[in-house]
């Protein structure tokens, strides 16, 4: 009697502690999901609210006055995101084919590889220092050229990386079968392999941009900001996050509105970039054995 | 030419199939287990090809591209280093650790540009306190959320549950930063400090543990509730960091073989149980990478922290004090350096931020690599 009491007692206890386990892991879920819909909430209302016809066609006023927008950081950031995408992308790209198509198995591609991986856990502020370094201070000036090369050299790890692992996917037979009709190597890489994997090399790209799109960090003291219009690479430039970092650590009201306008534009646009990477991929891309 | 004359391996390797007939086993990366990864057919055909030239050209271009990511870790290294000599010369290794003492108030004096006195110890205190309780909160809720994922979430909402979490990651800090500085901070002075205040200051636990240093007046929760400080840096930097570390342990939990699972209910193990038995204990070494990646991230994370830390160079075991991070005094100054001296200084804060970095991102990588190479690479 008494072992088996002490056995149901101990199935009880196991049971209780099973439930106790289930109940906090659904805990952390709501813990974890709690502050994303309050920081949503607090963006769309806050923003919303906020968010006028002046934001997307005005210059800032002067501080302290009221109304102003931030047309000249939208395409600030514009501006500064192309040139980072016109230096990151082809070199993360041709990178990735590097990785995936002739160095496979070398010990260089793994170096390759792990020096990707060192890059993009390189804080974004050392990447600023990095670019005011090798641009700012030969320039004697701060300029959206400098804001560009920071956040290229950002871009390209996340795109190799997904450029190499995309091309893997792609099947040995489809390069032979180029390759058999007499394609020169280098044809059948861009207009075969590439080709076939370009939904994720794309996604790769998107994701790269969604990324940088929001870094702040890099521009401070290369790209500066700027609260005029300019769309020249050799000026400072201002951004959509610099100037969201300005406005909210300023003492103005109607700056830190301006500032959750701001953040809302910002976060719609990366939403649509990482929404477009799902459609991309869910188009699905040719897959098979490597 | 004399490849033409020898037919016979290319047709073998023809009827086998390249990849069926090196069958790697179910969860092994089969491109790994080829060394060189090119078929016998594909050798042929590239040896056949009458385009070297160009191919050759091409690879080179590409091999220039990968070696560029070589380039510019090599450049961002040399820069630093070279930037910042002119502080490495004066201050030396002392500078990480050593501190003046203002002569009328008998202080420590840390950092004061105006007088030439540059030693960076508040700052990595900072940023050590802010990522240390980053993960304090951040490693309990990510692995409870990898579980719930897992092991225990209904189907039909692992997929949006997913998302969301991902989406938490595509947020810029500078957003975080602007939530934190209009609710984060409010939230913590007026409903939360006012709760944990008065259980670190309670007599209790001052006369028992006060030895400890960590309660009362001069312990974690003494000095003045402004909201701003160490406690409100962490608490964002861990919500900063809690999808990556979540998704990373998610990945490395989905890599634990799904008979061990079976094996641990077979025995009549209990869900947790066979959680505990099965899955974290053989996923433990993963988690453990995952938890360094994300200190790795906490560690150089810049404007979020310095947007709620306070901006003082001073060293306050209180949580609730002000402070200053690595990343959060380069952000702040670096583009007002008084002298060349001072940007100097900031540059080889840098240069310790990155090597430290280097080293966290290094190690969580080997680890998580260990654990998930058994399964095919997925992308993040």
Known sequence: MKGNRGRTLRSLWRSGVDHMATALAILATVLVVAPLIAIFFYLVYKGASSLNWAFFTQIPKPEGEVGGGMANAIVGSAVVLFVASLFGIPIGIGGGIYLAEFGRGTRLANAVRFTADVLNGVPSIVMGIAAFSLIVVPMHHYSALAGGVALGIMMIPTVTRTTEEMLLMVPHSVREAALGLGVPNWRSVISITLKTASPGVITGCMLAFARVAGETAPLLFTALGNQFWSVSLNHEISALPLQIYNYAISPYDDQHRQAWAGSLVLIALIVIAVSLVRFFTSRGTLKGAS | ?380
């Open chain 2, 1 to 380: 030419m004399t490849d033409l004359r020898v037919p016979n391996p290319v047709a073998t390797t023809l009827q086998n199939g390249p990849s069926e007939s090196t069958a790697p086993a179910i969860g092994q990366m089969p491109e790994t287990s080829t060394p060189r990864g090119i078929s016998a057919v594909r050798k042929y055909l590239l040896s056949r090809g009458n385009s070297s030239g160009s191919d050759r050209l091409f690879a080179g271009a590409m091999l220039l591209c990968a070696l560029a990511i070589f380039a510019l870790v090599a450049l961002i290294a040399v820069e630093l280093v070279t930037q910042s000599q002119l502080s490495w010369h004066a201050f030396g290794l002392p500078f990480f650790y050593r501190y003046n003492v203002d002569p009328v108030t008998h202080l420590p004096l840390f950092w004061d540009p105006v007088n030439g006195v540059f030693y960076a110890l508040p700052f990595i205190y900072g940023t050590l306190m802010t990522s240390l309780v980053a993960l304090c909160i951040a490693v309990p809720l990510a692995i409870g959320l990898a579980v719930f994922l897992t092991e225990m979430c209904p189907r039909w909402m692992r997929a949006p549950l997913s998302f969301f979490t991902e989406l938490l990651a595509a947020i810029p800090s500078v957003v975080y930063g602007l939530w934190a500085i209009f609710v984060l901070v409010p939230l913590l002075r007026e409903h939360i400090n006012p709760i944990l205040i008065p259980i670190f200051n309670a007599p209790i636990l001052t006369r028992t543990l006060g030895w400890t240093g960590l309660f009362g007046d001069n312990g974690l929760f003494g000095g003045v509730n402004l909201g701003l400080g160490i406690l409100c840096g962490g608490v964002i930097l861990a919500i900063m960091i809690l999808p990556i570390i979540a998704s990373l342990t998610r990945e490395v939990m989905n890599s634990v073989p799904n008979s061990q699972r079976e094996a641990a209910l077979a025995l009549g193990a209990t869900r947790w149980e066979m959680i505990r038995m099965a899955v974290l204990r053989n996923a433990r070494i993963g988690i453990v990478g995952s938890v360094i990646l994300g200190l790795g991230r906490a560690l150089g994370e810049t404007m979020a922290v310095a947007m709620v830390i306070g901006n003082s160079p001073e060293i306050h075991l209180s949580l609730l004090s002000m402070g200053h991070s690595m990343a959060s005094v380069i952000a702040n100054e670096f583009s007002e350096a008084t002298s060349d001296m001072h940007r100097s200084a900031l540059i080889e804060v840098g240069l310790a931020l990155f090597l430290v970095t280097i080293v966290v991102n290094a190690v969580a990588r080997i680890l998580v690599w260990a654990v998930t190479r058994g399964t095919p690479a997925r992308v993040q």
